[in-house]
T-cell receptor, first 112, second 115 residues
Framework: GESVGLHLPTLSVQEGDNSIINCAYS??????FIWYKQESGKGPQFIID?????DKRQGQRVTVLLNKTVKHLSLQIAATQPGDSAVYFC???????????FGKGTTLSVSS | GAVVSQHPSRVICKSGTSVKIECRSL??????MFWYRQFPKQSLMLMAT?????????EQGVEKDKFLINHASLTLSTLTVTSAHPEDSSFYIC???????????FGSGTQLSVL
């Protein structure tokens, strides 16, 4: 089965709202997590990453939170814009040097 | 930032033909390249891992004789879908690990449609 999954397949928000996308992972040995954005017909685009020795990391308009106790990862997007509309995947790296394992994806739709 | 070039971006072929997809790291050397497949509205599924100069490691359920991977240099890996059939129609994406930074970068993907 999949080691990383997302709670909701779709999320619809209004422009300017804050968005929260969630992800649950099952492998407690994973030490590195990444959020990707994928637009239709394109490859994944890196958003933000976090290592297991951290519980929060902030970027430009995005924040990733890691809760190792419940094996939960979230992506917060502040002031969501129509250009943020895409599918968002969390991915985990179980061992350094190995491939990323992707979750199912959440489709974010932002309406003006 | 690091650039990964993947070609072609889209290919339509007849059933039974073979299709080659290239993945190049343009400004860095890659220790490892990964190939993923993505069906519509689904996640990326790892197919295989390739290291330069050695045989690729395939995930369970992926036929190595059907999906031939060649990683001949530190900047180029190719995936050949042999005798393609309609069920092989999918979005194929390569991912490359930078030898120096250890970061992963993705190609733009190849949409394969087999008629």
């Amino acid at each position: 089965g999949e080691s990383v999954g997302l709670h909701l397949p779709t999320l619809s928000v209004q422009e300017g709202d804050n968005s929260i996308i969630n992800c649950a992972y099952s492998n407690s040995a994973s030490d590195y997590f990444i959020w990707y954005k994928q637009e239709s017909g394109k490859g994944p685009q890196f958003i933000i990453d976090i290592r297991s020795n951290m519980d929060k990391r902030q970027g430009q308009r995005v924040t990733v939170l890691l809760n190792k106790t419940v094996k939960h990862l979230s992506l917060q997007i502040a002031a969501t814009q129509p250009g943020d509309s895409a599918v968002y995947f969390c991915a985990e790296n179980i061992h350094p040097g190995t491939a990323l394992i992707f979750g199912k994806g959440t489709t974010l739709s932002v309406s003006s | 930032g690091a650039v990964v070039s993947q070609h072609p971006s889209r290919v339509i072929c007849k059933s039974g033909t073979s299709v080659k997809i290239e993945c190049r790291s343009l400004d860095f050397q890659a220790t490892t390249m990964f190939w993923y497949r993505q069906f519509p509205k689904q996640s990326l599924m790892l197919m295989a891992t390739s290291n330069e100069g050695s045989k690729a490691t395939y995930e369970q359920g992926v036929e190595k004789d059907k999906f031939l991977i060649n990683h001949a240099s530190l900047t180029l890996s190719t995936l050949t879908v042999t005798s393609a059939h309609p069920e092989d129609s999918s979005f194929y994406i390569c991912s490359v690990r930078d030898r120096e930074s250890e970061k992963l970068f993705f190609g733009s993907g190849t949409q394969l449609s087999v008629l």
